[in-house]
């Protein structure tokens, strides 16, 4: 799972979490961590729009790119106060609210509780609308 962003309204984009890699197919950059955190810091002005784009494969006949602007629905974003997205599980798998809860990403009301200026970024790489649309592919907390 690869977790690029931009700046200049999607015409490039860059890797999020390192400076290598340019985002495409052929070189993507360095992963994020399966099943872990990442880390790091960056500025942005007011004028700029940040757009995320998450790009996966699992194996070498599937792969997927989307971005938080593309109106696929592959990326939401959701906000402090937010309702969590309520899917199963996929195969077996900790549901997304779960995993949420676990994560301290939920209140008590089972509400998204992040901080006022945060974004959790939720995606899916798979066909939305199955059993496997479980949207736990990326979790991403954008702190502003």
């Avoid at 399966?34 to 757009?51: E, H, K, M, R, W």
């Avoid at 629905?73 to 798998?93: E, F, K």
């Avoid at 970024?121 to 066909?127: F, I, N, R």
């Avoid at 496997?132 to 990326?138: E, I, Q």
């Amino acid at each position: 799972m690869y977790i690029c962003k931009s700046t200049d309204g999607g015409s490039s984009f860059k890797h999020i979490l390192h400076d290598n890699g340019n985002c495409t197919a052929d070189n993507p950059g360095q992963a994020v961590q399966q099943n872990g955190v990442d880390n790091t810091s960056d500025s942005f002005s007011p004028a700029q729009t940040l757009i995320v784009q998450v790009r996966g494969s699992l194996s070498s006949s599937f792969s997927a790119v989307y971005a938080t602007n593309d109106q696929t629905g592959h990326v939401v974003m959701l906000h402090d106060g937010n309702d969590p997205r309520t899917v199963p599980g996929l195969q077996n798998q900790t549901a997304l609210i779960n995993y949420l809860q676990t994560n301290g990403y939920l209140n008590d009301s089972g509400k998204i509780s992040i901080g006022p200026c945060n974004l959790l970024v939720l995606a899916e790489l798979e066909t939305l609308g199955g059993s496997s649309a479980d949207f736990d592919d990326d979790v991403l907390e954008l702190m502003f």
